[in-house]
Protein backbone atom coordinates (compact mmCIF):
# COMPACT_ATOMS: atom_id res chain seq x y z
CA UNK A 1 0.00 0.00 0.00
CA UNK A 2 1.28 3.44 -1.02
CA UNK A 3 2.54 5.85 1.94
CA UNK A 4 0.37 8.86 2.42
CA UNK A 5 1.99 12.23 2.37
CA UNK A 6 0.98 13.85 5.57
CA UNK A 7 1.61 17.80 5.26
CA UNK A 8 1.82 19.22 8.89
CA UNK A 9 2.44 22.94 9.17
CA UNK A 10 4.96 24.30 12.34
CA UNK A 11 7.11 22.81 14.26
CA UNK A 12 6.19 23.59 17.51
CA UNK A 13 5.12 21.09 20.16
CA UNK A 14 2.05 19.92 18.22
CA UNK A 15 3.92 19.82 15.00
CA UNK A 16 6.35 17.40 16.65
CA UNK A 17 3.75 15.41 18.12
CA UNK A 18 1.48 15.27 15.05
CA UNK A 19 4.93 14.26 13.29
CA UNK A 20 6.08 11.21 15.33
CA UNK A 21 2.37 9.75 15.55
CA UNK A 22 2.52 9.76 11.34
CA UNK A 23 5.78 8.05 11.27
CA UNK A 24 4.29 5.40 13.84
CA UNK A 25 1.79 4.81 11.51
CA UNK A 26 4.00 4.56 8.44
CA UNK A 27 2.53 7.46 6.86
CA UNK A 28 4.98 9.90 5.30
CA UNK A 29 5.05 13.09 6.97
CA UNK A 30 6.30 16.61 5.54
CA UNK A 31 6.76 19.33 8.53
CA UNK A 32 6.76 23.19 6.71
CA UNK A 33 8.78 25.51 9.57
CA UNK A 34 8.89 28.96 8.54
CA UNK A 35 11.64 29.71 11.08
CA UNK A 36 15.03 28.51 11.66
CA UNK A 37 14.40 26.04 14.33
CA UNK A 38 11.68 24.33 16.39
CA UNK A 39 9.93 24.91 19.26
CA UNK A 40 7.32 27.04 18.18
CA UNK A 41 6.87 29.87 20.91
CA UNK A 42 9.77 28.95 22.85
CA UNK A 43 11.86 29.30 19.95
CA UNK A 44 11.28 32.88 20.21
CA UNK A 45 11.09 33.09 23.94
CA UNK A 46 13.77 35.30 26.64
CA UNK A 47 15.92 33.45 28.22
CA UNK A 48 14.81 34.07 31.74
CA UNK A 49 11.37 32.21 30.29
CA UNK A 50 10.71 29.66 32.47
CA UNK A 51 7.87 26.61 32.07
CA UNK A 52 4.84 27.80 33.54
CA UNK A 53 3.19 24.78 34.30
CA UNK A 54 5.26 21.68 36.52
CA UNK A 55 7.12 19.58 33.73
CA UNK A 56 5.52 16.37 35.78
CA UNK A 57 2.53 17.68 33.71
CA UNK A 58 4.42 19.36 30.82
CA UNK A 59 5.87 16.13 28.77
CA UNK A 60 5.43 13.97 25.72
CA UNK A 61 3.42 10.92 27.66
CA UNK A 62 6.35 8.63 26.09
CA UNK A 63 9.00 10.50 26.37
CA UNK A 64 10.47 11.76 29.70
CA UNK A 65 12.83 14.76 30.59
CA UNK A 66 16.07 14.10 31.02
CA UNK A 67 17.34 13.25 34.55
CA UNK A 68 19.46 16.20 35.42
CA UNK A 69 16.80 18.28 35.09
CA UNK A 70 15.53 18.79 38.02
CA UNK A 71 14.04 22.06 38.15
CA UNK A 72 10.08 21.65 38.47
CA UNK A 73 10.02 24.65 36.38
CA UNK A 74 12.51 24.04 33.92
CA UNK A 75 14.00 27.08 32.22
CA UNK A 76 13.81 28.10 27.98
CA UNK A 77 17.21 26.02 27.61
CA UNK A 78 16.16 23.45 29.21
CA UNK A 79 13.07 23.33 27.48
CA UNK A 80 14.56 23.33 23.40
CA UNK A 81 16.84 20.84 24.50
CA UNK A 82 14.09 18.28 25.66
CA UNK A 83 12.16 19.51 22.09
CA UNK A 84 15.41 18.67 19.95
CA UNK A 85 16.12 15.63 21.89
CA UNK A 86 12.47 14.74 21.24
CA UNK A 87 12.66 15.41 17.48
CA UNK A 88 16.00 13.53 17.46
CA UNK A 89 15.42 10.08 19.37
CA UNK A 90 11.95 9.52 16.79
CA UNK A 91 13.18 10.68 13.88
CA UNK A 92 11.06 13.60 13.81
CA UNK A 93 14.05 15.95 12.83
CA UNK A 94 15.00 13.97 9.40
CA UNK A 95 11.27 15.31 8.54
CA UNK A 96 11.09 19.11 9.07
CA UNK A 97 11.76 22.05 6.51
CA UNK A 98 13.27 24.92 8.09
CA UNK A 99 12.42 28.47 6.56
CA UNK A 100 9.42 26.86 4.17
CA UNK A 101 6.69 29.55 4.62
CA UNK A 102 3.28 27.99 3.63
CA UNK A 103 1.29 30.28 1.57
CA UNK A 104 -1.35 28.69 0.00
CA UNK A 105 -3.32 25.50 0.03
CA UNK A 106 -5.69 24.36 -2.57
CA UNK A 107 -7.99 21.01 -2.38
CA UNK A 108 -8.28 19.22 -5.34
CA UNK A 109 -10.86 16.06 -6.15
CA UNK A 110 -14.45 16.60 -4.52
CA UNK A 111 -16.38 18.95 -6.11
CA UNK A 112 -18.06 21.41 -3.24
CA UNK A 113 -21.67 20.38 -4.35
CA UNK A 114 -20.35 16.72 -3.50
CA UNK A 115 -18.40 17.47 0.23
CA UNK A 116 -21.63 19.52 0.62
CA UNK A 117 -23.68 16.11 0.49
CA UNK A 118 -21.40 14.31 2.53
CA UNK A 119 -22.89 13.02 6.06
CA UNK A 120 -19.20 12.10 7.51
CA UNK A 121 -16.19 13.29 7.34
CA UNK A 122 -14.12 12.65 3.57
CA UNK A 123 -17.10 11.30 2.58
CA UNK A 124 -16.78 7.96 4.29
CA UNK A 125 -15.95 8.86 7.95
CA UNK A 126 -12.48 8.00 7.38
CA UNK A 127 -9.44 10.60 7.31
CA UNK A 128 -8.13 10.32 3.66
CA UNK A 129 -11.78 9.68 2.05
CA UNK A 130 -12.45 8.23 -0.91
CA UNK A 131 -12.44 10.72 -3.92
CA UNK A 132 -8.73 9.92 -4.48
CA UNK A 133 -8.22 14.20 -4.11
CA UNK A 134 -5.49 15.50 -2.75
CA UNK A 135 -3.69 19.13 -1.47
CA UNK A 136 -1.55 21.21 -3.00
CA UNK A 137 0.09 23.25 -0.86
CA UNK A 138 2.48 26.37 -1.98
CA UNK A 139 5.26 26.80 0.09
CA UNK A 140 7.48 29.64 -0.34
CA UNK A 141 11.66 29.31 0.27
CA UNK A 142 14.77 31.52 -0.61
CA UNK A 143 12.35 33.40 -2.83
CA UNK A 144 10.93 30.38 -4.80
CA UNK A 145 7.19 28.74 -4.50
CA UNK A 146 7.02 25.02 -5.22
CA UNK A 147 3.59 23.78 -4.97
CA UNK A 148 3.62 19.56 -2.90
CA UNK A 149 0.87 17.01 -3.37
CA UNK A 150 -0.36 16.00 0.01
CA UNK A 151 -3.04 13.41 0.88
CA UNK A 152 -3.77 15.07 4.71
CA UNK A 153 -2.88 18.53 5.87
CA UNK A 154 -2.46 19.36 10.04
CA UNK A 155 -2.44 23.22 10.76
CA UNK A 156 0.00 23.17 14.31
CA UNK A 157 0.14 26.92 14.05
CA UNK A 158 -0.83 27.43 17.75
CA UNK A 159 -2.07 30.27 19.06
CA UNK A 160 0.97 32.54 18.90
CA UNK A 161 2.05 32.38 15.64
CA UNK A 162 3.93 35.47 15.48
CA UNK A 163 1.89 37.99 14.46
CA UNK A 164 1.93 40.98 16.82
CA UNK A 165 -1.67 42.24 18.03
CA UNK A 166 -0.97 46.01 18.38
CA UNK A 167 -4.27 48.03 19.71
CA UNK A 168 -5.32 50.96 17.60
CA UNK A 169 -5.38 54.74 18.76
CA UNK A 170 -7.34 57.70 17.92
CA UNK A 171 -5.63 60.14 15.56
CA UNK A 172 -2.45 61.73 17.29
CA UNK A 173 -2.80 59.79 20.42
CA UNK A 174 -1.19 56.86 18.93
CA UNK A 175 2.32 55.42 18.36
CA UNK A 176 2.62 57.90 15.52
CA UNK A 177 3.26 60.82 17.67
CA UNK A 178 5.49 59.18 20.19
CA UNK A 179 8.63 60.60 20.60
CA UNK A 180 10.32 56.54 21.45
CA UNK A 181 10.07 53.32 20.31
CA UNK A 182 6.90 50.66 20.35
CA UNK A 183 7.76 47.68 19.80
CA UNK A 184 5.81 44.83 20.60
CA UNK A 185 6.61 41.58 22.94
CA UNK A 186 7.00 39.64 19.75
CA UNK A 187 9.46 41.80 18.10
CA UNK A 188 11.36 42.07 20.91
CA UNK A 189 11.67 38.44 21.79
CA UNK A 190 12.82 37.61 17.99
CA UNK A 191 15.83 39.82 18.68
CA UNK A 192 17.41 37.76 20.87
CA UNK A 193 18.93 38.70 24.36
CA UNK A 194 22.23 40.41 22.70
CA UNK A 195 20.17 42.57 20.59
CA UNK A 196 17.11 43.19 23.23
CA UNK A 197 19.70 44.23 26.08
CA UNK A 198 21.33 46.44 23.35
CA UNK A 199 17.80 48.20 22.82
CA UNK A 200 16.65 48.63 26.43
CA UNK A 201 20.16 49.97 27.65
CA UNK A 202 20.05 53.32 29.76
CA UNK A 203 16.55 53.30 28.56
CA UNK A 204 13.39 54.32 30.36
CA UNK A 205 10.87 51.59 29.40
CA UNK A 206 7.07 51.15 30.46
CA UNK A 207 5.66 47.33 29.30
CA UNK A 208 1.88 47.85 28.84
CA UNK A 209 0.27 44.44 30.07
CA UNK A 210 0.92 42.32 32.94
CA UNK A 211 0.94 39.02 31.58
CA UNK A 212 3.30 36.44 31.17
CA UNK A 213 5.51 38.03 28.55
CA UNK A 214 5.50 41.24 30.37
CA UNK A 215 6.36 40.00 33.62
CA UNK A 216 9.36 38.52 31.76
CA UNK A 217 10.23 41.62 29.85
CA UNK A 218 9.68 43.77 32.79
CA UNK A 219 12.40 41.18 34.81
CA UNK A 220 15.02 41.27 32.13
CA UNK A 221 15.06 45.35 31.88
CA UNK A 222 15.49 45.74 35.61
CA UNK A 223 18.89 43.00 34.71
CA UNK A 224 19.54 45.38 32.77
CA UNK A 225 19.31 48.59 33.80
CA UNK A 226 18.84 48.57 37.80
CA UNK A 227 17.20 51.73 39.28
CA UNK A 228 18.74 53.96 37.71
CA UNK A 229 16.53 53.25 34.90
CA UNK A 230 13.15 52.05 36.21
CA UNK A 231 11.18 49.54 34.23
CA UNK A 232 7.36 50.89 34.33
CA UNK A 233 4.23 48.10 33.83
CA UNK A 234 1.33 49.33 33.25
CA UNK A 235 -1.58 46.84 34.73
CA UNK A 236 -4.96 47.01 33.04
CA UNK A 237 -5.90 43.65 35.15
CA UNK A 238 -4.04 41.98 37.96
CA UNK A 239 -3.19 38.51 38.03
CA UNK A 240 -2.28 35.61 40.02
CA UNK A 241 1.16 35.57 39.55
CA UNK A 242 2.72 33.26 41.97
CA UNK A 243 6.25 31.41 42.44
CA UNK A 244 5.25 27.81 42.12
CA UNK A 245 2.02 25.64 42.61
CA UNK A 246 2.39 24.19 45.69
CA UNK A 247 0.51 25.81 49.02
CA UNK A 248 0.36 25.59 52.35
CA UNK A 249 2.48 22.20 53.85
CA UNK A 250 3.61 21.88 50.28
CA UNK A 251 0.21 20.62 48.83
CA UNK A 252 0.35 20.94 44.71
CA UNK A 253 -2.91 22.69 44.03
CA UNK A 254 -3.01 21.20 40.90
CA UNK A 255 -4.36 18.27 42.42
CA UNK A 256 -7.39 20.70 43.40
CA UNK A 257 -8.12 22.21 39.83
CA UNK A 258 -6.51 19.74 36.92
CA UNK A 259 -8.52 16.76 37.03
CA UNK A 260 -11.47 15.07 36.57
CA UNK A 261 -12.94 16.00 39.49
CA UNK A 262 -12.64 19.60 39.65
CA UNK A 263 -14.62 19.65 36.19
CA UNK A 264 -18.10 18.66 38.18
CA UNK A 265 -17.41 22.37 40.38
CA UNK A 266 -17.65 24.35 37.12
CA UNK A 267 -21.02 25.44 35.68
CA UNK A 268 -21.01 24.84 31.99
CA UNK A 269 -22.92 25.78 28.85
CA UNK A 270 -25.76 24.04 28.15
CA UNK A 271 -25.40 21.41 31.12
CA UNK A 272 -27.97 18.94 32.13
CA UNK A 273 -30.00 19.47 35.45
CA UNK A 274 -27.32 17.28 37.06
CA UNK A 275 -24.59 18.62 36.05
CA UNK A 276 -25.98 22.00 37.40
CA UNK A 277 -26.78 20.55 40.75
CA UNK A 278 -23.48 19.13 40.60
CA UNK A 279 -22.03 22.34 40.57
CA UNK A 280 -24.29 24.10 42.81
CA UNK A 281 -23.83 21.28 45.79
CA UNK A 282 -19.99 21.43 45.30
CA UNK A 283 -19.75 25.17 45.21
CA UNK A 284 -18.98 25.40 49.17
CA UNK A 285 -16.26 23.07 47.85
CA UNK A 286 -15.08 25.12 45.58
CA UNK A 287 -14.43 28.37 47.71
CA UNK A 288 -12.54 26.24 49.98
CA UNK A 289 -10.38 25.02 47.48
CA UNK A 290 -9.79 28.93 46.41
CA UNK A 291 -9.28 30.19 50.07
CA UNK A 292 -6.89 27.65 50.93
CA UNK A 293 -4.44 28.91 47.99
CA UNK A 294 -5.11 32.21 48.03
CA UNK A 295 -4.13 32.85 51.99
CA UNK A 296 -1.24 30.50 51.25
CA UNK A 297 0.42 33.12 48.02
CA UNK A 298 -1.00 36.39 49.75
CA UNK A 299 1.33 35.56 52.72
CA UNK A 300 4.30 34.36 50.96
CA UNK A 301 3.94 36.75 48.05
CA UNK A 302 3.65 40.79 48.87
CA UNK A 303 0.83 41.40 46.46
CA UNK A 304 -1.35 43.03 49.21
CA UNK A 305 1.13 45.43 50.35
CA UNK A 306 2.10 46.76 46.34
CA UNK A 307 -1.48 46.38 45.54
CA UNK A 308 -1.62 43.30 43.78
CA UNK A 309 -4.27 41.41 45.01
CA UNK A 310 -6.12 40.45 41.85
CA UNK A 311 -9.94 41.67 41.61
CA UNK A 312 -10.46 37.76 40.34
CA UNK A 313 -10.63 34.61 42.42
CA UNK A 314 -7.66 32.08 42.24
CA UNK A 315 -10.37 29.47 40.66
CA UNK A 316 -11.02 31.76 37.48
CA UNK A 317 -7.83 32.53 36.89
CA UNK A 318 -6.34 28.26 36.94
CA UNK A 319 -9.95 27.77 34.71
CA UNK A 320 -8.84 30.14 32.34
CA UNK A 321 -4.76 29.66 32.85
CA UNK A 322 -4.37 33.19 33.63
CA UNK A 323 -1.45 32.38 35.90
CA UNK A 324 2.16 33.26 35.35
CA UNK A 325 5.08 32.37 37.17
CA UNK A 326 6.85 34.91 39.58
CA UNK A 327 10.46 35.82 38.64
CA UNK A 328 13.21 34.77 40.91
CA UNK A 329 13.25 38.53 43.61
CA UNK A 330 10.64 40.40 41.41
CA UNK A 331 9.40 42.43 44.36
CA UNK A 332 12.77 42.34 45.43
CA UNK A 333 13.12 44.75 42.70
CA UNK A 334 9.80 46.73 43.21
CA UNK A 335 11.32 47.77 46.53
CA UNK A 336 14.78 48.28 45.45
CA UNK A 337 13.34 50.82 42.35
CA UNK A 338 13.88 48.67 39.45
CA UNK A 339 11.05 47.89 38.92
CA UNK A 340 7.67 50.48 39.16
CA UNK A 341 3.89 48.71 39.05
CA UNK A 342 1.45 51.27 38.08
CA UNK A 343 -2.51 50.23 38.19
CA UNK A 344 -4.00 51.86 34.63
CA UNK A 345 -7.90 50.44 33.60
CA UNK A 346 -7.66 52.51 30.42
CA UNK A 347 -4.89 53.65 28.47
CA UNK A 348 -6.02 56.09 25.90
CA UNK A 349 -3.08 57.48 24.31
CA UNK A 350 0.24 56.26 24.26
CA UNK A 351 1.74 60.07 25.11
CA UNK A 352 0.01 59.63 28.33
CA UNK A 353 2.40 56.59 29.28
CA UNK A 354 5.27 59.41 29.99
CA UNK A 355 3.40 60.87 32.57
CA UNK A 356 2.60 58.45 35.03
CA UNK A 357 5.90 59.02 36.80
CA UNK A 358 6.22 63.13 35.38
CA UNK A 359 8.84 62.04 32.85
CA UNK A 360 8.28 63.25 29.10
CA UNK A 361 11.63 61.71 27.78
CA UNK A 362 10.10 57.71 28.21
CA UNK A 363 11.84 56.13 25.43
CA UNK A 364 10.73 52.38 24.95
CA UNK A 365 7.31 51.20 25.03
CA UNK A 366 6.49 47.62 24.85
CA UNK A 367 3.03 45.67 24.16
Known amino acids: MESKRVCIIGAGVSGLSACKQALDRGFNPVVFESGSDIG????????CTKLQSPSIIYRFSDFPWPKHVTDPYPDHSQVMEYLWSYARHFGVSKCIKFEHR????????????QMAAWESWAGNGEAFGNYGGEWHVAVEHGGSVETYQMDFVILCIGR?????????????KGTDVFEGKVIHAVDYSNMGTTKAAELIKD???????SGKSAVDIVNECSNVNGSKFPCTMVIRTKRWIIPDYYAWF?????????NRFSELLVHKPGEGCMLWFLATILSPLR???????????KSV?????HGMVPDHSFFQAMTTSLIAILPVKFYNKVEEGSIVLKKKKLLVSVRMVSLFKGRTHLQRVMW
Do not use: H, Q
Open 40 to 47: GVWSRTFD
Open 102 to 113: VVGMEYVGATEE
Open 160 to 172: FSGVPNIPTFPEE
Open 203 to 209: KLVTVIG
Open 250 to 258: GFPVVFFYL
Open 287 to 297: WLFTKFCESYY
Open 301 to 305: VPMKK
